[in-house]
């Protein structure tokens, strides 16, 4: 089964990370078949980067995201359609 999850990147006490697709079953730092974005949790407010056209693709062949790759897709999605109404 495929995920959408975060993969911690950065140093120590510094963390970043990317939003991958993976196999579920593989470990946090395991291969990704693709990276659809970028979070990083210390800045004020929190940056994230979606690629959603990505992200859509891969929800559409059945790709589970967790919470928190969950609660970013949702505003993501939200503010592309505030700010593209087509």
């Given at each position: 089964m495929l995920s959408i999850r975060l993969m911690r990147f950065g140093s120590k006490k510094r963390p970043s990370y990317r939003i991958v697709?993976?196999?579920?079953?593989?470990?946090?730092?395991?291969?990704?078949?693709?990276?659809?974005?970028?979070?990083?949790?210390?800045?004020?407010?929190?940056?994230?980067?979606?690629?959603?056209?990505?992200?859509?693709?891969?929800?559409?062949?059945g790709a589970r995201p967790s919470q928190t790759v969950q609660s970013l897709l949702d505003k993501a999605f939200k503010s592309r359609s505030i700010s593209n109404p087509t």
């Open positions: 697709v993976m196999d579920s079953r593989l470990p946090r730092q395991g291969k990704a078949k693709d990276v659809i974005g970028t979070y990083n949790p210390l800045r004020d407010p929190a940056a994230y980067e979606v690629d959603v056209d990505k992200a859509k693709a891969w929800l559409a062949k």
